[in-house]
């Protein structure tokens, strides 16, 4: 089946529409402050593994470290490279249950009040509920040419170590962001918020990424670039599928039949709204256009636009500016799962 992306004579949206979407993306990203308190628990973390003999090196993977994560910042990838003193692990038996021991240790020797789980590929560590937590993966270099590791995997069906090209991953979405100015992962932002209200998280994060990898391969306005990610990736769970973004992992194999019509019928009727939309803010009707916005992404997209007058009146009598977004409803803590 022939994927097209092509949106014919979509208008490009007004500069209010586009300014919604802006206020959109400020309310999806991360605290700047909260990230660099995460980075800087990240290198501490890093310093303590490696005191402690267990690690030669560590890096960050997952949606925090291709910039595609949304708030609130809760659950951080951690993959730490073992110490080559420790290489028997690769080969014993019960290799990955002593290396997630050895991590273990260290963790709950250095952050005794923190609570430490063991999950199939990573040690789990939570600081607390209103900070953050680090899912720690014991990994080892791959053995060849590659920038590959073998991370640790607690439930193999033949062995207890699983390759993985994450770092491969965040190489190809940064190059993918520079081709489209920094705008590719804010859309992705837009697109992964859209999927946990839509279809209740049923649609991995990976996979919207990898949906929006295959639809966006140049700068555009958000407006136009989520439309084309709603038809795209209709056309693409109702057809062929999809890999992830490095073209090795396929992940519309992973989805039950159940679910990815059920995510295929969302794509498709945002994609009529979202083309709805763009008519009518191309026609002067953006009030409308923004109420149609509003309807397909919820809270926090902004349902209308102040007026200059609007704005003015509420700063000359005092009052906070209201950007028309309704108060938020309490979030409950957005899970995710480790293989897509």
Request: glycine letters at 6%.
């Amino acid at each position: 089946m022939a994927i097209s992306n092509n949106l014919g004579t979509s208008p490009t949206p007004s500069p209010t529409v586009e300014h919604a979407f802006g206020v959109f993306d400020r309310e999806l990203g991360l605290d700047p402050d909260e990230r660099a308190r995460a980075q800087e628990f990240h290198r501490e973390l890093t310093s303590r593994l490696k005191e402690a003999g267990v690690i030669v090196d560590a890096f960050l993977q997952g949606s925090f470290a291709r910039k595609t994560m949304l708030k609130p910042l809760r659950d951080i990838d951690k993959v730490v490279i073992l110490h080559p003193q420790h290489e028997d692990l690769q080969i014993a038996p019960d290799g990955a249950v002593k290396a997630a021991q050895l991590v273990e240790g260290v963790l709950t020797y250095e952050y005794p009040d923190a609570a430490i789980e063991r999950a199939r590929h990573a040690i789990q560590l939570d600081l607390g509920e209103n900070t953050f937590g680090f899912d720690v993966v014991p990994a080892f270099e791959g053995r060849d040419e590659s920038d590959d590791v073998m991370i640790m995997d607690l439930a193999p069906e033949k062995y207890p170590w699983k390759r993985s090209n994450t770092r491969t991953l965040i190489d190809v979405v940064a190059e993918r962001n520079d081709k489209c100015n920094g705008s590719f992962v804010h859309q992705v932002r837009f697109m992964k918020h859209w999927a946990q209200r839509t279809l209740d998280e049923s649609l991995p994060g990976l996979h919207v990424e990898s949906i929006a990898f295959l639809a966006i391969e140049g700068e555009m306005p958000h407006a136009i670039a989520v439309a084309r990610i709603f038809r795209v990736g209709a056309q693409l769970l109702g057809g062929v599928g999809y890999t992830d973004p490095t073209g090795v992992d396929r992940l519309s194999g992973k989805l039950d039949q159940v679910s990815r019509e059920a995510a295929r019928q969302a794509f498709a009727e945002a994609d009529a709204k979202a083309n709805q939309a763009l008519l009518l803010d191309s026609n002067g009707r953006t009030e409308e256009a923004l109420a149609l916005w509003y309807e397909i992404f919820d809270e926090p997209f902004p349902r209308r636009q102040l007026t200059g007058e609007e704005y003015l009146t509420n700063l000359s009598l005092g009052a906070p500016v209201s950007t028309g977004i309704r108060p938020k409803k309490p979030q409950t803590t957005p899970t995710r799962p480790w293989a897509p």
